[in-house]
């Protein structure tokens, strides 16, 4: 009866390395679909796409918005990836001001960390119009379309920006800037200015300006943007909204390590 009962333990075991490594499969080359995720782990279609939808059940993963029949991580990895990071109090250190930013501005703030060639949102503050900008917790920026991965973009040295630039660039809205000339252009004016602004480049009919955070050892540590209907946040509020970001990040940044 024993060798049974082992058996019987094994299942489920089984079950929860199975969809431990469709999570950190997705995780690593979000968005990603299901034939490809049964290539790349070896694993049938049916039990990839079970793990899939327990994940999802349970919150850990969501289908994309952008990439139909693909699959990304949602917010709550990426808070608990966060609340476990050693000593990573970024999004504590700057709520305070983020919270004073929004209810002044009365958009959304946007706050994001970079990873890799991508910045990664780990915090939104809600605007309280109907008509809102709006990104879920664990969307993925692109640092040639969104505001605050220009921003970030911005601050690295000059032979990142041309590896990054020699990838390829795609077009998410009619109005993105893909073309390498441009985004230099641009990003010596967001060096020259202190802001990055973005005008319908990431999601049609959403403008924001952002700019970059940095910890007391230079380096950024996240970036963080006003973000609003095109139609509301008008390039005439770019100066003023990019003042108020600048002194809110200069005020963040005096507290953070």
């Known amino acids: 009866m024993t060798p049974a009962v082992n058996d019987a333990r094994k299942v489920p075991m089984n079950s929860v390395l199975t969809a431990l490594r469709v999570f ?18 070896d694993v049938p ?3 990839v796409q079970r793990c899939l939808r327990t994940l999802a059940e349970a919150g ?6 952008a990439n139909a029949g693909q699959w990304v991580i949602t917010g709550r990895a990426f808070s608990l990836g966060s609340a476990m990071s050693s000593g990573d109090d970024l999004r504590e250190v700057a709520l305070p001001e983020l919270n004073r930013l929004q209810a002044e ?6 706050l994001a960390v970079p990873d890799g060639n991508e910045l990664v949102l780990i915090e939104r503050l809600d605007s309280a119009h109907q008509l809102r900008a709006f990104l879920a917790l664990g969307t993925r920026l692109p640092l040639h379309a969104a505001s605050t991965g220009k921003a970030y973009l911005a601050s690295l040295p000059d032979a990142r920006i041309e590896d990054f630039l020699a990838t390829e660039l795609p077009s998410l809205t009619e109005h993105t800037v893909t073309d390498p000339a441009a985004l230099r ?7 020259a200015r202190g802001y990055a602004v973005t005008e319908q480049g990431l999601h ?3 403008a924001a300006v952002a700019v970059a955070l940095r910890g007391r050892g230079g380096a950024v540590r996240g970036c963080f943007s006003i973000s ?7 390039p005439d509020l770019f100066p003023d909204y990019g003042a108020k970001a600048l002194a809110a990040r200069d005020a963040i940044e005096r507290r953070l390590p």
């Open 24 to 41: 950190e499969e997705v995780a690593t080359t979000q968005p990603v679909g299901l034939s490809e995720l049964s290539k790349r782990l």
């Open 105 to 110: 501005t009365g958009e959304t703030i946007h």
């Open 228 to 234: 609003g209907p095109a139609s509301r946040l008008t």
């Open 45 to 47: 279609k049916s039990t």
């Open 60 to 65: 850990w993963l969501r289908p994309s918005t």
């Open 204 to 206: 049609d009919g959403i």
């Open 185 to 191: 252009e641009e990003i010596a004016e967001i060096r």
